[in-house]
């Protein structure tokens, strides 16, 4: 089951660097394509190891979603979606359908996961996730 009509999508990463603690904020990484405030994103789903085991840079995906939230900021800084648990966002968990979002632009290097327990993460393991969007004319 499909639950939109899908414009432009692209993987993004949350790469798990240095020591691993509670309440560590990750950032997304660059994609200079996304990165320019002009884009839109109506949609996000979020990946485990089950679901993809290595990301298209040749990282490792987690292999839990536990103790991981994830926050979305707009080209204004504010959150708009906060701390939402990372396992929400996986569609299997949704009968298949993608979590989808007001459309708003983001800025991609401010959107950050944050660690809530860090059972089963390592170092250097990306949080990958799709986002749906549209590019601003």
Do not use: H
């Not at 020591?19 to 990484?29: C, N, Q, W």
């Not at 299997?92 to 959107?111: E, H, M, Q, S, Y």
Request: aromatic residues 10%; proline residues 3%; contains cysteine.
């Amino acid at each position: 089951m499909n639950n939109l009509i899908i414009k432009r999508s692209q993987i993004v990463e949350f790469k798990l660097t240095g020591s691993i603690t509670t309440g560590k904020r990750y950032y997304a990484t660059d994609i200079p394509n996304l990165s320019r405030n002009n884009i839109v994103v109506y949609g996000a789903e979020l990946f485990t190891a089950s679901q993809l085991a290595t990301t298209p840079t040749g990282n490792t995906v987690v292999s839990t979603s536990l103790g991981i939230v994830v926050t979305f900021r707009d080209n204004f800084k504010q959150e708009f979606m906060f701390q939402i648990p990372a396992f929400t966002l996986i569609r299997f968990n949704n009968a298949g359908l993608i979590v989808l979002l007001k459309p708003r632009i983001i800025n991609l290097t401010d959107c950050y996961v944050t660690i809530t327990n860090t059972a089963s993460l390592n170092t250097n393991e990306s949080v990958a996730m799709n986002l749906y969007y549209d590019i601003i004319a």
